[in-house]
Structure formats: C-alpha cells, structure tokens
T-cell receptor, first 113, second 111 residues
C-alpha cells in the first residue's frame, strides 16, 4: 500500500469554524491532490500540488485553500466551514503527472453541522 | 470542461454473472484512462490504459480503451460477492496528472 496517511479520519464541527485536514506521504512523490466525494458526483478535484509551494486550483476550489511547505505534507483548509462542505475528503499522490496512476489515502469524513 | 460519464450508475447481479461497465470521456489533451475499485475506504487502482496500452487484463477483470469512440469498458467475468464495490472511471490529460472522475457504478453481487 502507498504510504499515505490522512488525519483526522473523522471530524464533526460547526458552521463557521476553520478546519484543516492533513495528508502525509512517505513516498517522496512530487504530485499531491485533494478530492471530495459526494453521492452522485464521484470524486472531484479541489486543489493539487506539483511541488513544494507549487499549488493550483481544481474544479471545486471555492471555500478551500491549501499549503505544501514540505514534500511529504499537503494541507487542506476550510477557512469558514459551511454545511455544503460536508463530504468525504481523499488525498492522492502521484509520481509523474498522468504517466503513473494516482494512489489514494483512506479519506477523512467531515461533517459540518 | 473535461467530462467523464459512467453507465450504468448501479447494477445488481448474481454470482457467476458477467458484467460490463461503461465509461465515456471528453478530456483535453487526453493521456490516460484509469479504473479504480472502491470498497469501504480508498479507491484502489485496477487498470491504466493509454495510447500505447489499450487493453489490460488481470484475472477475471479486463478493460479496453476505444480511442475512436472516446470510451472504455470494464468487464468482470464469473462475478463473486467480493466484487461488490463502486467502480470509478477517470480520465487524465497532460496537465499535472489531473484526473476527471465519472460518477461511479455501484455493483452489487448477490450469492
């Protein structure tokens, strides 16, 4: 299994609070991705990173920010959580963008009340 | 806008049946088509198809890429209850390995 750890695994919080999810990899892969998974939508890309301090937006980036200060860590922040951000969040890593498959962490289930 | 559509969205079969899952894609600068299986947690990688590898097989599972029709199929023969899962199709272009996923097909295999 790819060495990807997501934390926390579950979180319940209230609307308006900030939330940070962490993705940690031990594979030294260059590319890292954050997705959310909702019923009927499959996985949708939120943000991605192609190196330390190099990040860009995906298709559903509104309300989210990311940071990557080290190769192994990719943080996803919800500055002010809303109920529409209740979802399961997956982190993925990749060796070479598009040439090798991405591998996924076990996900974080986030509920915003 | 890149788009991937899977069909059917759900499928119920009995053990021993053969199933075919479909995936169509519209992706700028297409590079690869991937299939993942998702049980309770992380999606796990099954196949990756590219221009240089349009057919893959592993045990009872096989997949074909039709570049002309911009589609792919995933076949599972002699299904088992352990095949019950969500099957995700994703297509990627040449931009940073980003993937666009379909909605997924929920496969349920009854004994």
């Amino acid at each position: 299994d790819a060495g990807i750890t997501q934390s926390p695994r579950h979180k319940v919080t209230e609307t308006g609070t900030p939330v940070t999810l962490r993705c940690h990899q031990t594979e030294n892969h260059r590319y890292m991705y954050w997705y959310r998974q909702d019923p009927g939508h499959g996985l949708r890309l939120i943000h991605y990173s192609y190196g330390v301090k190099d990040t860009d937006k995906g298709e559903v980036s509104d309300g989210y920010s990311v940071s990557r200060s080290k190769t192994e860590d990719f943080l996803l922040t919800l500055e002010s959580a809303t109920s529409s951000q209740t979802s399961v969040y997956f982190c993925a890593i990749g060796i070479q963008g598009g040439v090798e498959p991405q591998h996924f962490g076990d996900g974080t289930r986030l509920s915003i009340l | 806008e890149d788009k991937v559509v899977q069909s059917p969205l759900s499928l119920v079969v009995h053990e021993g049946d053969t199933v075919t899952l479909n995936c169509s894609y519209e992706v700028t600068n297409f590079r690869s088509l991937l299939w993942y299986k998702q049980e309770k947690k992380a999606p796990t990688f099954l196949f990756m198809l590219t221009s240089s590898g349009i057919e893959k097989k592993s045990g009872r599972l096989s997949s074909i890429l039709d570049k002309k029709e911009l589609s792919s199929i995933l076949n599972i023969t002699a299904t088992q209850t352990g095949d019950s899962a969500i099957y995700l199709c994703a297509a990627g272009g040449t931009s940073y390995g980003k993937l666009t996923f379909g909605q997924g097909t929920i496969l349920t295999v009854h004994p």
